[in-house]
């Protein structure tokens, strides 16, 4: 028997709600006091289609999904072939009996369990929309779960629905529940409910950077709907009245990205929130940002391209286009949070970052971060670490006080100069967009352009003390250091973790998530002591390892490369590392 | 009391001798002296073109954006910091081909912001192309067998979208032309003013010999200012008589920034940037378990 360690598996069509029931049973399965990993995955339609939601279930803290599945929960008959060999030995497939017309033809080791769940919702809720609810109750039966975490989610995620669909669900995971337990005799994984663990929080890493760019002081957010980067919005907009934040739904990206620099540059911190495909709308305005010396955040969860690629699919693809994307040279901050802590920091970090050095913050995150939930313990935010810092900003009183004239753009060692706010009488300006001198005035000298090009570029020698080197995770000597960036840190350190407890010392991996400006030191350090550094990216080229390439002319040893639109999972880094011991085949840098 | 004075600037405009755009210059300046708005209370934001570069030509805070987007930048700007006054002046490349779209949703939103179109009818700064309101027929670099599309109508194209306040001027008109700005700095909400800009260089063919005998004032006829029929029909006269003065006026349609929860409050900027505090630390991570 495995206790509290297992993946549950819900499949169905769109529309069969698939990914609600799953973030209920997460969330259930959270104030049962285990911990999960939830992941959604979906295809980019409404109704038909095969969408699946796996919840990986642990008494420790997880970081990734994994790929064996424990308890496949069938609500369409596509669902069994598409996932049977996922099942391990001694797993179950339960199914509609309604749905799967033909008995699946059997797998060694594996119990099928047959019922008629749209009868048993049908008899219990009056309708059969209430499948999934019937059959979560059949999960908590066969793994011996106490049904009533799932019964307080229920009455919580159906009360705005009136009091008889909160009954019907109630009835219907209760049925579920005494179908499950007739046959829990003879399924061996087990989930055991932990009254001893305190509360814990069901957090996506968007909700994790969303509420640090809120507690950041973020109080202006444009964006057009783009998966998987519009839920930001979504969360926003759903507090945007109670704290203060005005979000704006805009006509594009274009206008997105216009209306934050507007805000940003009347002093509202303000964000974007995008997918790759809007962000190339944004490229030309990002520019100007730059120029005019407006602070904004563009957070991009990637998705793969190009064009409209794979909408709720997922990538690291996007790295170098962020780091280059607009017409000539400036500076920028880049992030790629790889945990939803990291989220959390960024969010509010990079609002400091953008006003202290007067450029734009872009945050890097992908699909799997974006919609992945895990259980965190409530202490898990820092909300205490959180700084508003607002760097050079001249205050009213300041203003009062100037004695010259002011200059927006006046040339200091730092390349930052004080900002004023439009709205002072001592300080009207002009913002510019056009090469200008320190007062704001168009000029196309060469003398002016070559200061302004180098007060520009001057700021990066402060941009890159804010930058911390990778952070190593695993022993400090191995025999193989794998290096990656932003949501490969999860499934990363799985594998890591798994490779070392069948050989100590097999393993290390070096995270990096300040991608830009890129700390030089730290970073060469970290790569030049590794014996065997293999690069784990989901794209096709090693975009971070060209990049560290480029900077530190440290090239990796190979690659374990991924661009089938999915995330790592530690089962397939760890084949990857089997089959091809240096990892080298994808390897473009070895040619 | 503020007077024209004030908003004068030491920098030289480049625009020809005899643009459109000294009118158009001055007769900004004397509707914000007459309408007593000081150089910081207001914001000007403008795209790229020769006329865009007109915040360098005067004090007064300005935002030198990038072509056919000052109107989201200056929709940003309002919603930050409604407590000051938004305008947007931009040619008609700018606001009526790259920004066209920009334009309509501004004008669904009626967000509060004088929208200064300088329509010279041509492409100046990038050396004579036709632009989205040229004549067809018109021949330039880029139409050398002459223009093939048809012109934009901006006010039918205004009014058909919900504006609130849509206006046209003639810098030949100066006093005019600065009355219906003040008018339009009045206004609570989008207010369009399509300016007939001449190009004395580019597109001499719309410059003063053409306008000055075909404009007359609307508001010296019983135009009802209320009348979105007769205006349609105003809007559309053009030939041997050309008006100008307000087309259609509404007011009392409230504005986009008046109906968010958030700027109830007061403008955002001056609402308080500080931490959360631990009772909604509580409750935004209690929500979550």
Known sequence: MTVNNMTIRIGGAAGNGVESSGAGFCQALGRAGLHVFGLPDYYSRIRGGHNFYSIRISDRPLYSHAEPVHLLLALTAETIPRHRDKVVEGGAIVYDLKQVREPPSAVPGVQFLPLPLSDMAKETAGTELARNTVVLG??????????????????????????????????????????GQKYAGDFPFKLRRNPSAPPRMVVSGTEAFSLGALAGGCRFVSAYPMTPGSPVLHWMAAHAAQYGVVTKHTEDEIAAICMAIGAAHMGARALVPTSGGGFSLMVEALGLAAMSETPVVIYNAQRPGPSTGLATRNAQADLLFMLYASQDEFPRFLLAPGTHEQCFVAGWR?????????????????????????????????????????????????????????????????????????????AVYVAESNEHDPAGALDEEIENRIAMVEKRQSKLIGMVEEMSGPARYGPAEAETTFVCWGSTYGPLREAVDLLNAEQPGRANMLHFSDLWPLPLEPV??????????????????????????????????????????????????????????RASKSLPLDR | MVSRKDFDSPNEPTWCKGCGNYGILNAIKMA?????????????????????KIPQYMKVNGFHTIHGRALPVATGARLANHGMKIMCVHGDGDGYGMGLGHMMHAIRRNIGLVDIIQNNRVYGLTKGQYSPTSDVGMRTPTSPEGAIDRAVPPLGLAIAAGATFVARGYPGELPHLAWLIGQALQHDGYALVDVLQPCVTFNRASAYDFYNPRVYRLQETAHDVTNKTAAWEKAYEWGERIPIGIFYRVEGVPTYESQVPTLKAGPLVRQPLQKLRPEQVHALCTELI
């Open chain 1, 138 to 179: 059949v999960a908590a039966g066969l793994t011996g779960l106490d049904l009533s975490p799932m019964e307080s989610v229920i009455r919580q995620n159906f009360g705005r629905r009136g009091q008889k669909v909160v009954d019907g669900n109630l009835a219907a995971a209760d049925a579920g529940y005494k179908a």
């Open chain 1, 350 to 426: 990079a609002f400091n970052l953008a006003e202290k050095y007067q450029t734009p913050a872009l945050v890097l995150s992908d699909h799997y971060l974006a919609v992945a939930t895990r259980t965190l313990e409530m202490g898990a935010f820092d909300f205490d670490a959180v700084q508003i810092e607002r760097g050079e900003l001249l205050s009213p009183a300041e203003l009062d006080a100037l004695d010259e004239e002011y200059l927006r753009y006046r040339l200091t060692p730092s390349g930052v100069s004080p900002r004023a706010l439009p709205g002072h009488p001592k």
């Open chain 1, 524 to 581: 060469t350090a970290a790569l030049a002591s590794a014996r065997q550094r293999i690069a784990v990216e989901v794209n096709a080229t090693a975009q971070l390892a060209t990049l560290l390439r480029s900077q530190t002319g440290i090239q990796m040893d190979g690659a374990i490369l991924k661009y089938d639109g999915r995330p790592f999972t530690p089962e397939y880094i760890l084949a990857r590392v089997r089959t091809d011991r």
């Open chain 2, 32 to 52: 914000l002296a007459e309408q007593g708005l000081a150089p910081h209370q207001v914001l000007m934001v403008t795209g790229i073109g020769c006329g865009s």
